[in-house]
């Protein structure tokens, strides 16, 4: 069973602008977020998942995406240390409540930007991470000394797709979904070189944030509007489950930027 | 006489001097002293940068924004999970190039390294350097102090570097030159060696005689080259400096020669007792060597002439002195003084004479030319082995260097002295002076 941590929308909303995605001119509906959010959570739960929540902040709007808030291997969490000051006050709260759970909190040094799952996803024993928009490359490094294992790190060069996550996403199999114009020529290179049967997103459906998936065993979450993804996904033998999204796209985020992994693997070694 | 020569354009090994990318010779190089310094700066890359593709990516970064870099060292990790690690100096056309270059190296994970100071120490007497000391190159050299790099002037190899802290300034200095207490660089922190920068223009005549196909080329071509870069470094008030051997007397080359200085394209005259001794004997007998140079034939007790010739200068006072009372009428020397271009004659142990010029003291030679040799951009070597790798060993490696001698060994002892920049040419130096005399008149 799939340990997860989500926070409820109570205090969710546009507030702040630090995304192509996010307009204050274009606000979330309130109710239809608690309904787009209560759909998530009903839905891992019917697909057996053991869903932790973090209680909400007022003034912290964006906490409702937990993958950014760190990164869980084992029983070790490395916090986020988020780029934009709107976030910041973010990182401590879910630090205390992943220690109280049992993690041992391992921070970076504080100049090193790092936003969690966001921009850290394993394939894997080989962990993938984004880099430019959000994390410090420096950071990867960290993460690559404090974890023992191999990060590959890869240049993100659309504004729209500013974590790894919003464009990639790894596999039950070992493949991976991705938008492969969001790297640069290297990550492209890089990513088809270490992950075998990519299976790359039309950018109208990558806009849907469609790589923004959660991804359990064979089933897959992920936002609707993704009709060839989920084709091609159900040629490979998963099955899919889309959900509306359409409020927390206001805020450029989705199903996975909703869900954190606790952990996201349990070793950071391949034994 | 004309002797037919046997042309033949020596090939030069591509020597390294030092780490790095190895240096071409580039015929259109920097000036040497008026060259503004390519900045630089040296800058770390960690982590998975092999996996990642990082270290490529940053090196092709560099070059696509005119940059150059020098991998100073590099380590691979060997195990997956293993880190790799890249340290490399970064030089970009300016200092806003190198740092906007910089900015975009940071994104990727670099790391800049803090420039660590030169270390010095005292002399401990006149005349020597202390432990340790830096010996320096033909190269353009930088050296950190504290905050600011400054230029060590002049690129003259085998030599130590004294800083004065006060002025700010950095010298290479010979034994000769240092005094007891004067602060000298010593160990390698703090010391830049700019390496000849890599031509990226159509390869021209030094860049093809480089090349392992050089001996295919055409001899004319290579000379009516030389011709065109001898005319554009006149031109472009560049100066010119010949050093050159008996031979040229020898051989029936002076007229040629002196064709050279009279239309301007030689502006110093390095040789030694016997170029002058000879070339006067020429002048005021007919003959070099005994033998009269319009026919080939010996003349009656000539072997004779050049001292009676070295007894007539010494007795005038020196060459110019000859030249004002009009005992000496033609020859090089005789040109060199009415078209005002400047000599360093230095002796030799095997001298005749020597004629009241000569500079006998060694020191006191390299003395002087080295006080002569500020600007030099083009040095042409003739027949003689013993001033070329003298001469060799006072450029900077950015001087275009040119040797011809019918000896291949010549071009090959000057290169493997130091003065790895030279390019050689096998030929009798009659024939070669005679085509580039040609050519120049040509176009001139």
Same mark, same amino acid.
């Given at each position: 069973?799939?340990?997860?941590?989500?926070?409820?929308?109570? &205090? &969710?909303?546009?507030? &702040?602008?630090?995304?192509p995605w996010m307009s204050r001119a274009r606000g979330a509906d309130t109710p239809l977020v608690q309904a787009q959010w209560r759909g998530l959570h009903e839905k891992l739960l019917s697909l057996g998942c053991d869903v932790h929540l973090v209680p909400p902040k007022p003034k912290l709007p964006d906490m409702v995406f937990t993958a950014n808030a760190g990164?869980?291997?084992g029983k070790k969490f490395i916090p986020s240390n988020f780029r934009h000051k709107e976030r910041a006050a973010e990182a401590p709260l879910f630090a205390d409540w992943m220690e109280k759970d049992g993690y041992e909190i391992v921070w970076l040094p504080?100049?090193? #930007?790092?936003? @969690?799952? @966001?921009?850290a996803l #394993?394939? @894997?024993d080989t962990l993938f991470c984004g880099y430019k928009f959000r994390t410090d490359v420096s950071a990867h490094r960290a993460v690559a000394d404090i974890l023992q294992c191999l990060v590959i790190s890869v240049e993100l060069v659309d504004p729209r797709f500013y974590h790894i996550d919003t464009c990639f996403c790894p596999l039950t199999d070992g493949g991976a979904v991705w938008f492969p114009a969001a790297f640069d020529e290297y990550g492209q290179r890089t990513i088809r070189d270490h992950v075998p049967n990519l299976i790359d997103v039309v950018e109208e459906e990558a806009a849907? #944030?469609?790589?923004?998936?959660?991804?359990?065993?064979?089933?897959i979450v992920l936002p609707e509007g993704a009709p060839i993804l989920m084709k091609s996904l159900g040629e490979r033998g998963y099955r899919c489950h889309p959900l509306p999204m359409s409020e927390f796209l206001k805020a450029g985020g989705a199903?996975?930027?909703?869900?954190m992994f606790l952990p996201q693997r349990e070793s950071a070694s391949s034994f | 006489m004309r002797t037919s020569g046997n042309w033949a354009v020596e090939i030069l090994p591509d020597k390294r001097v030092g780490a790095g990318p190895a240096p071409r010779f580039n015929w259109r190089g920097s000036v040497p002293w008026l060259g503004s310094p390519m900045p630089s700066e040296t800058i770390e890359l960690r982590g998975h940068i092999i996996d990642s593709l990082i270290l490529p990516k940053v090196l092709d970064q560099i070059i696509a924004r005119g940059g150059t870099f020098k991998i100073g060292e590099i380590k691979i990790g060997e195990n997956r999970t293993d880190q790799s690690f890249a340290r490399i100096e970064v030089t970009a056309p300016s200092a806003d190039a190198l740092d906007e270059l910089i900015l975009r190296l940071r994104q990727h994970g670099a790391e800049v390294m803090e420039k660590r100071s030169i270390q010095l120490a005292a002399s401990p007497a006149d005349g020597v350097y202390p432990q340790g000391f830096y010996v320096t190159t033909n190269q353009q050299t930088f050296v950190q102090l504290e905050d600011r790099e400054i230029e060590v002037e002049p690129a003259l190899m085998d030599s130590a570097i004294v800083v004065d802290r006060a002025a700010k300034k950095a010298t290479a200095t010979k034994f000769y030159s240092v005094k007891k207490g004067m602060e000298v660089v010593v160990g390698h922190h703090g010391i830049r060696v700019v390496p000849l920068q890599r031509s990226t223009a159509r390869a021209d005549v030094f860049e093809f005689m480089a090349s392992n196909v050089s001996i295919e080329k055409p001899k004319t071509a290579v000379i009516r080259e030389m011709a065109r870069e001898f005319k554009r470094a006149r031109d472009e008030k560049g100066k010119i400096l010949v050093v050159a051997g008996p031979a040229i007397v020898h051989t029936g080359a002076a007229e040629h020669?002196?064709?050279l200085i009279k239309w301007g394209f030689v502006n110093l005259l390095f040789a030694g007792n016997a170029l002058a001794a000879h070339d006067i004997e020429n002048a005021l007998f007919g003959t070099s060597l005994g033998v009269y140079l319009e026919e080939g034939s010996l003349a009656d007790e000539g072997t004779q002439n050049h001292m009676r010739a070295i007894n007539a200068v010494r007795g005038a006072g020196g060459i110019r002195q000859a030249v004002a009372s009009g005992l000496l009428k033609s020859g090089i020397m005789y040109t060199c003084v009415q078209n005002g271009v400047d000599f360093v004659l230095a002796g030799s142990i095997r001298d005749d004479g020597p004629l009241p010029d000569v500079i006998t003291d060694a020191v006191e030679a390299q003395k002087a030319m080295r006080a002569k040799i500020g600007g030099v951009t083009i040095a042409m070597m003739m027949g003689t082995m013993l001033h070329s790798i003298a001469v060799g060993n006072l450029l900077p490696a950015t001087v275009k260097t040119l040797c011809v001698d019918i000896n291949p060994g010549v071009v090959t002892k000057l290169t493997d002295r130091g003065s790895?920049?030279?390019?050689?040419?096998?030929?009798?130096i009659e024939p070669f002076l005679r085509e580039l005399t040609d050519c120049m008149e040509a176009n001139r």
């Open positions: 069973m799939r340990k997860l941590l989500l926070c409820p929308p109570d &205090y &969710y909303g546009i507030e &702040y602008e630090i995304n990164l869980t291997v504080e100049d090193q #930007f790092f936003e @969690g799952e @966001g921009d #394993f394939v @894997g849907h #944030f469609s790589c923004n998936a959660v991804v359990l065993d064979q089933e199903c996975k930027c909703l869900t | 020669f002196e064709k790895f920049q030279a390019v050689g040419l096998v030929t009798d």
